[in-house]
């Protein structure tokens, strides 16, 4: 069965960095999106970015874009997300997902990592 494990989170300085990995495994096909996505303390799941296998990029949130990088390992299905710059407000569970679905149907991924969290302290 398809396995998704995200880790890398931890707790930093408001202006510091951090470096999340995603790693899928099981996938019957390669042809899959993958996306990070977050769940701030007491607020909804939001998008963050996703990818698709050739590389097409969607960042969710416009005022990320300058800070946050995606990247991904097709050989070895990771995904990595760099935060650079973190803010307070980046705090939130962090959550690796993937499914044969286009990015913009985030929402209706089948597969989810754990979730790993980032705290950014001020």
């Known amino acids: 069965q398809v396995q998704v494990v995200d880790s890398g989170g931890g707790v930093v300085q408001a202006g510091g960095s951090l470096r999340l990995s995603c790693t899928a495994s099981?996938?019957?096909?390669?042809?899959?999106?993958m996306g990070w996505f977050r769940q701030p303390p007491g607020k909804a799941r939001e998008g963050v970015t996703c990818?698709?296998?050739?590389?097409?990029?969607?960042y969710y949130i416009d005022s990320l874009k300058d800070r946050f990088t995606v990247s991904r390992d097709n050989a070895n299905n990771t995904l990595y997300l760099q935060m650079d710059s973190l803010k307070p407000e980046d705090t939130a569970m962090y959550y690796c997902?993937?499914?044969?679905?286009?990015?913009?149907?985030?929402?209706?991924?089948?597969?989810w990592g754990q979730g790993t969290e980032v705290t950014v302290s001020s």
């Open positions: 997902a993937t499914d044969r679905l286009p990015c913009t149907m985030w929402s209706y991924f089948a597969y």
């Open positions: 099981g996938l019957s096909s390669d042809d899959f999106s």
């Open positions: 990818i698709t296998r050739t590389g097409e990029t969607t």
